[in-house]
């Protein structure tokens, strides 16, 4: 990220955060309403709802203060970078699971790849830990989505 204003305040970081994660929802959404197959619907409507969740907490923290502690990951989640082997899949109505799958292994991708960013990028400001967490959270979410792509699309012979 290029704005380096995220880095001013608490509420700022916050700020950048819900507008990611809102973004996030929407390409979900805007996927949801353009594929057909019931189980690439089913993807998508997931993480579209771990979207919302995740913002619902930012505005929370926004209003409270703080983020609520319990139940955080305390390391970066390792992942299999499979976003850079696979490509993103553009969705159409006859898009498949694996094709679904692959589109919300990239968002997640780019979501981790923004806090990450944000992260170094207000290395030794206060919200950097808020960052960090999400980073950590975001990979969390992109090795479980990797992990069910390889149990489905990636079977040894």
């Known amino acids: 990220m290029s704005d380096e204003r995220i880095c001013y305040t608490y509420e700022s970081a916050l700020e950048a955060a819900i507008a990611m994660e809102e973004e996030g929802f929407r390409n979900y959404l805007r996927a949801l309403r353009t594929v057909q197959q019931k189980g690439a619907k089913e993807i998508l409507r997931e993480n579209a709802l771990d979207e919302l969740s995740h913002k619902q907490q930012l505005e929370k923290a926004l209003v409270e203060g703080h983020m609520a502690d319990g139940g955080e990951i305390s390391r970066t989640i390792p992942t299999m970078n499979l976003s850079y082997v696979l490509k993103k899949a553009d969705l159409r109505p006859e898009s498949t699971v694996r094709e679904a799958l692959l589109y919300a292994i990239q968002l997640e991708k780019e979501a981790a790849e923004f806090y990450r960013k944000a992260g170094e990028g207000c290395s030794g400001a206060p919200m950097a830990a808020l960052f ?26």
Request: without cysteine.
């Open 132 to 157: 960090e967490r999400l980073h950590r959270e975001e990979s969390s979410h992109l090795q479980r989505l990797e992990d069910l792509y390889e149990a489905h699309f990636m079977t040894e012979n």
